[in-house]
């Protein structure tokens, strides 16, 4: 299953970014830690060019912290980006990022060269949380539900840094299939979007593989972590539900129950620290859908060949 959601709104942001952009330094992505790669939106790349980006791994107190480093380090290797490990909450490390701006746009700076910032980043990654942090001031609308934020608005943090905040944005097709379920894992896309049961059965396959300890911790399932680690995911996300009293008529499991139930602990961090891809994995995922991508465009091409080949080929003529 490929997940996507791009609703009306998340067009005309695309259009507001790359209106805005021409007049911008430094681009903040706000990205959620626990899925550094799947949160990185691709279309703002094109959207912003070879503006300087600073990478805002957010929620690094649900993340895992050796993830995390790794992550950091990935991105700090690219050229024109800088990245950050942040919680949104705190505000003594929130200030850096200013520091950090001034860094990448040292040219900027006073009353006659004023910072310009825009901040972006996927639904309910917690941008608003962070923008309000920033500014000590409630300045833009925070929610646990994706799409919170709907109109641009420009915030002023010091008399010579002003920043633009968008709404959040996905990307027309999410072509990594894994990064669709991470995204709707974490709560990035629409619920009508998914089916919640597939979204959490791929979790829990995720998490057997590096996490199987916090699931016996959080579900005490009686089990070791390496029989966790080989259960089917089905049976797994049964087993959680016969525990946490998800149960139906008959002694059936309500496994659209067990599934919100398993998400939201992910959610929550009620499970733990927890990052749900290094970046190989998604170096590797990533080259598997551009492959697919290639392949389906040849065959694309193929088939338009062979229909103009046909549209070529003209009646024979019958004579009487």
Known sequence: MSIQWFPGHMHLTRKAIA?????????????????????????????????????????????????????????????????????????????????????????????????????????????????NTLSNKRQAKTGDEAGITKLEQRITLADDFYLWDTPGMLWPRISVVESGYNLAASGAVGRNAYDEELVALELLRRLQVSYAPLLEARYRLGQLADRLATMRDDELLEAIGRKRGAMMGGGRINLQKAAEIVLTDFRTAILGCITLETPQEFEAWRAAAALQDAERAVKKQAREARKKGRKGVSSPVVES
């Open 19 to 131: 209106e805005r952009i021409k007049d911008i330094d430094v681009v903040i992505e706000v990205l959620d830690a626990r899925l550094p790669g799947s949160s990185a939106n691709p279309l703002l790349a094109e959207l912003t060019g070879h503006k300087p980006t600073l990478k805002v791994l957010n929620k690094q107190d649900v993340a895992d912290p050796a993830r995390t480093a790794l992550w950091v380090d990935w991105y700090n290797a690219q050229s024109d980006t800088a990245a950050v490990p942040l919680d949104a909450a705190d505000p003594a490390p929130a200030r850096k990022l200013i520091d950090a701006c001034h860094r990448l746009a040292p040219h900027r700076g006073g009353m006659a060269k004023p910072m310009r910032v825009l901040i972006c980043g996927v639904p309910n990654v917690g941008k608003s949380t962070l923008i």
